[in-house]
């Protein structure tokens, strides 16, 4: 369709004027706890599986050391009591010390010769087991040290070891080696036991987390709601029992709700006092003018219906935007399309016009009050009626949301076969609310009023030829 350019332009200053003043996007609040929450928990899950795996392979290393303790007990008590054959030191108790490169050995170090003389286990295979001193492993309090180190071929070994002093009968560094793989071996089942227990567990907990936000929250999605009920006209405040955060701001909003609605209650009221106060005056003034002859008589009439034309014209476009200052009521359009077309035909039945209505879907709404609806089609009915030679079309069908700037719209088409407008006419009427044949009764101001309110609205008006050759009134409106 076509749209004037002062009409195009005031849309897309409306737009950029409705976009500059929408609030800036955050992350929603829902995301915002989801992911506080989570990363909480998988930080406090990596620090638990850390402390736990430490604990774990302190513990099992007590453990180990526990029984290299026993062993070296018995290799001190020997050695202390002269016991052991050097030829033939046994296996204490233990097979693994008698089998070759098995990972437990044994070492009795004499350490007041020189160089010092080292008695092994069997499973030493003629290699010895490294000092810890020289490793750089401190001495505990009771006098071992205890570490890990490389034996024959590589393997890793927890070793203990501790030095005796038996004065006269020699100084000795008693060694006992086990193989580190058991030690391992235990703390990795355990980091894979811990790990898969912690994901099953973080996994449910995040689960948990996101049920509970989308529960804590879901009053505010009932609000929302409500508020689009609100804004579409099928509720008019916001009712039900809200958490006690949220009750507050409900109460705010329903006080701010009504106070609206009382505003545009006065507003009303204000704009209809202030039209009696001004057109009886001027109504004085258009009598006595009319009573007088001459010159200046006849100025002061012109004057005078100059001034009606534009006390009516600015006081409708006040009472308008008034009238849409209260968003949250919906008007069918079937039913009320159809009763303008039967007042219309009988306002002109004179003239033997057929009215031909085409609702294209009877559930469209018009997002706004009935008045002002019926206003502006009737404007554009009653216009066609008065230039119409015998014939009026009115259809109204839903806008697709691509053509309405992705809201809900529908478009009014109101053609008759009359003898229509120039385009330097069309423009002129929707500029100025001139009137261009005083043949007709009337004040002008219908067509202006009806791109007024529809700008109000947020819509959009235009004027071009219709297929009959007469004027075609393309009105644009939000739907619900």
């Known amino acids: 369709m076509?749209?004037?350019a002062d009409g195009a332009a005031s849309s897309a200053q409306a737009t950029r004027a409705e976009e500059a003043a929408r609030p800036a996007k955050t992350a929603s609040i829902a995301a915002r706890l989801f992911g506080?929450?989570?990363l909480w928990t998988v930080a406090m899950l990596l620090i638990g599986g850390v402390t736990l795996s430490?604990?774990?392979?302190r513990s099992v290393e007590r453990g180990f050391d526990q029984r290299l303790h026993v062993y070296l007990k018995t290799l001190v008590g020997a050695v202390a009591a002269g016991a052991f054959d050097k030829d033939d030191p046994g296996s204490f108790g233990e097979p693994r010390f008698e089998l070759p490169l098995s990972g437990w050995y044994w070492q009795i170090t004499r350490l007041d010769r020189d160089p010092p003389e080292a008695t092994t286990s069997k499973s030493l295979f003629e290699e010895q087991l490294p000092r810890l001193a020289e490793l750089g492993v401190e001495e505990t309090l009771v006098g071992t040290r205890e570490g890990y180190a490389l034996g024959p071929e590589s393997q890793r070994l927890r070793v203990v070891e501790r030095i005796i002093d038996l004065g006269t009968d020699g100084r000795f560094l008693i060694s006992i080696a086990g193989a580190a793989d058991e030690i391992d071996e235990d703390?990795?089942?355990?980091?894979?036991?811990?790990?898969?227990?912690?994901?099953?567990?973080?996994?449910?907990?995040?689960?948990?987390?996101?049920?509970?936000v989308r529960f804590g929250l879901r009053p505010l999605a009932g609000m929302r709601a409500q508020l689009a009920e609100v804004r579409s006209g099928s509720r008019a405040r916001l009712d039900g029992a809200f958490p006690e955060e949220i009750a507050p701001l409900v109460d705010e909003l329903?006080?701010?709700?009504?106070?609206?609605r009382e505003i545009v209650e006065r507003a009303r009221t204000h704009v209809g006092n202030l039209a009696h106060g001004l057109k009886t005056p001027l109504s004085v003034i258009a009598n006595e003018a009319n009573a007088g002859d001459g010159a200046f008589a006849e100025k002061v009439r012109e004057q005078a219906v100059l001034m009606r034309r534009q006390i009516d014209h600015h006081l409708e476009r006040a009472r308008l935007s008034a009238g849409v200052a209260f968003a949250g009521e919906t008007t069918p359009v079937q039913p009320a399309v159809e009763a303008l077309a039967r007042t219309m035909a009988k306002i002109h039945r004179d003239r033997d016009l057929a009215i031909d209505v085409a609702?294209?879907?009877?559930?469209?709404?018009?997002?706004g009050e009935r008045q002002d609806f019926e206003e502006m089609v009737g404007n554009l009915v009653d216009n066609a009626?008065?230039?119409?030679?015998?014939?009026?079309?009115?259809?109204?069908?839903?806008l697709a949301p691509a053509a309405a700037g992705g809201r809900s719209a529908l478009r009014v088409v109101v053609d008759d076969d009359g003898p229509g407008l120039t385009a330097a006419q069309r423009a002129e009427v929707l500029a100025r609310g001139k009137r261009l044949d005083e043949s007709k009764p009337g004040s002008g101001?219908?067509?202006?009023?009806?791109?007024?309110?529809?700008?109000?609205?947020?819509?959009?008006?235009?004027?071009?030829e219709a297929p009959e050759g007469g004027l075609r009134c393309d009105l644009t409106l939000p739907a619900v």
């Not at 329903?254 to 609206?260: A, D, I, M, P, V």
């Not at 230039?387 to 839903?398: G, L, T, Y």
Request: charged share 10%; net charge positive.
């Open 2 to 4: 076509t749209i004037p």
């Open 36 to 38: 506080s929450a989570a």
């Open 54 to 57: 430490s604990y774990y392979t």
């Open 187 to 212: 703390i990795q089942n355990f980091n894979v036991a811990l790990l898969v227990s912690f994901l099953l567990l973080g996994l449910g907990l995040v689960t948990t987390t996101g049920f509970q």
């Open 254 to 260: 329903n006080g701010l709700l009504e106070s609206n």
């Open 359 to 367: 609702v294209s879907d009877d559930s469209l709404r018009f997002r």
């Open 385 to 398: 009626c008065k230039w119409a030679s015998a014939r009026v079309a009115i259809s109204v069908a839903p």
């Open 445 to 464: 101001l219908g067509l202006a009023i009806v791109a007024d309110l529809a700008r109000v609205y947020g819509g959009g008006f235009a004027l071009s």
